[in-house]
Nanobody, 117 residues
Framework: QGQLVESGGGLVQPGGSLRLSCIAS????????MNWHRQAPGKQRELVAG???????NYTDPVKGRFTISRDNAKNTVYLQMNNLKSEDTAVYYC???????????WGQGTQVTVSS
């Protein structure tokens, strides 16, 4: 059974940085496109960044130039480097695995990121 476990969230001041990690187990990581989503209080969950099985990256406009997604297939891990954080980045961040072919999607439990002075 597949599982995703996020870590790296916390409280940071505006302009600061955090690096989120998501470790996958129980499925073939390299055959899954990996995404980071976030959900702020009172808002819908939104896609923040994605990286495909062929390492093609995409970002939502508000985080372009500040966030970087990467993956290490040898470690079954996807990362989200977040720089120049803003208060509007405050949310619970979720890791998501979407299969390249037919199969299950997997979601992590989420990690809280709070940007505040």
């Amino acid at each position: 059974q597949g599982q995703l476990v996020e870590s790296g969230g916390g409280l940071v001041q505006p302009g600061g940085s955090l690096r989120l990690s998501c470790i996958a187990s129980g499925f073939t990581f390299r055959l899954h496109n990996m995404n980071w989503h976030r959900q702020a209080p009172g808002k819908q969950r939104e896609l923040v960044a994605g990286i495909s099985t062929s390492f093609i990256r995409n970002y939502t406009d508000p985080v372009k130039g500040r966030f970087t997604i990467s993956r290490d297939n040898a470690k079954n891990t996807v990362y989200l480097q977040m720089n120049n954080l803003k208060s509007e980045d405050t949310a619970v961040y979720y890791c998501h695995a979407r299969p390249l072919y037919a199969g299950e999607n997997y979601w992590g439990q989420g990690t809280q990121v709070t940007v505040s002075s």
